[in-house]
């Protein structure tokens, strides 16, 4: 495997139902992140990871929570969800120099998990 | 509110000329640029990214960057239908991306 990867690729759950996304990074990065991506609206951050300790939280309702237990593998446990969450999720990674300006400090984004909630 | 704007188009240009896409940004520590490319369906995939005031070319893509006025672009010279896809601008102020709403593009053959 190379990249990013995330599985599954399409998920269609109820609002009840429990599942988890999960995303892995094959680059060696050490910051991995989570977007939502909604039609018309500009990628969203929702959670950050930086050297496994998480680092922003963008106002994320609690029904979704992620998990990193290493700097390669990234969960979003998802719970009670509610229709409008569906949306097309995006994990990514990148190498934080921590200094602005950092050469190859570009995100890499996985496929995404396309989330349909009825 | 660090806000990064694109004209969201729909942007039509014929095969074989320029497609010029604009971004600005909000945030003056902006110190990283980025443009992603994101076909119907898929991933956001970089093709440029830019640290200095000034020209950067790669292939067909010149990505322009002016601080001072807080503006990025990305030209696309010899459009090909292939092009055809979603731009997104991205800025990094520290350690956090900002995106924009991606301007859509569309090469006419």
């Known amino acids: 495997e190379t990249g990013v990867t995330q599985t599954p690729r399409h998920l269609v759950m109820g609002m009840t139902n429990k599942k988890s996304l999960k995303c892995e990074q094959h680059?060696?990065?050490?910051?991995m992140y989570w977007y939502k991506q909604s039609a018309k609206k500009p990628l969203e951050l929702m959670f950050v990871y930086n050297f496994k300790e998480q680092t922003e939280n963008n106002s994320v309702p609690s029904r979704f929570s992620p998990e990193c237990p290493n700097s390669s593998h990234l969960f979003l446990h998802l719970h009670t969800l509610q229709p409008e969450d569906s949306a097309l999720y995006l994990c990514?990674?990148?190498?934080?120099?921590?200094?602005?300006?950092?050469?190859?400090?570009?995100?890499?984004f996985g496929p995404g998990t396309r989330l349909t909630v009825l | 509110q660090k806000e990064v704007e694109q004209n969201s188009g729909p942007l039509s240009v014929p095969e074989g000329a320029i497609a010029s896409l604009n971004c600005t940004y909000s945030d003056r520590g902006s110190q990283s640029f980025f443009w992603y490319r994101q076909y119907s369906g898929k991933s956001p995939e970089l093709i440029m990214f830019?640290?200095?005031?000034g020209d950067k070319e790669d292939g067909r893509f010149t990505a322009q960057l002016n601080k001072a006025s807080q503006y990025v672009s990305l030209l696309i010279r010899d459009s090909q239908p292939s092009d055809s896809a979603t731009y997104l601008c991205?800025?990094?102020?520290?350690?956090?991306?900002?995106f924009g709403t991606g301007t859509s593009l569309t090469v006419i053959p």
């Open positions: 990514a990674s990148s190498q934080d120099g921590g200094l602005a300006g950092a050469p190859r400090d570009e995100q890499f």
């Open positions: 991205a800025v990094k102020p520290g350690n956090q991306f900002y």
């Open positions: 680059l060696g990065h050490n910051a």
């Open positions: 830019i640290y200095s005031n």
